[in-house]
């Protein structure tokens, strides 16, 4: 995502919390990768994009879940697109455009993809 801060500074790439955790999970599994990264690898490879001063990672603030909820029963939602929801609710948060090739973004009209 490119999001403004409250600041006004830009970032280049933005990640949300479940999303640095779901990359985490893929990355260390056997059902993705035949030989996954061990955790402190992938950790520290995290890590090292995240001393990128471009690069931040988005964590939960105090309207996260209230967001993430009204955007549940607007759209009753449920199981596969909760992190979705949960990805857009950080992109309302903090004003910003999603970047993917998941279509099931488009359904929510508070984002721009």
């Given at each position: ?8 500074k830009s970032y280049l790439t933005q990640a949300p919390w ?15 990768l035949e030989s996954p990264y061990p955790p402190n690898e ?8 995240f001393n990128i001063p471009t690069v931040r990672l988005l ?55």
């Amino acid at each position: 995502m490119k999001i403004r801060s409250n600041g006004g500074k830009s970032y280049l790439t933005q990640a949300p919390w479940v999303v640095y955790l779901g990359f985490i999970r893929l990355m260390t599994g056997r059902h993705i990768l035949e030989s996954p990264y061990p955790p402190n690898e992938i950790i520290e490879l995290c890590a090292e994009w995240f001393n990128i001063p471009t690069v931040r990672l988005l964590k939960p603030t105090e309207k996260t879940q209230s967001t993430f909820e009204n955007l549940v029963l607007k759209y009753q939602l449920s199981a596969g697109m909760m992190n979705d929801a949960a990805i857009v609710a950080f992109a309302i948060e903090h004003e910003g455009t999603i970047h993917s090739n998941d279509t099931d973004f488009s359904r929510f009209q508070e984002i721009d993809v």
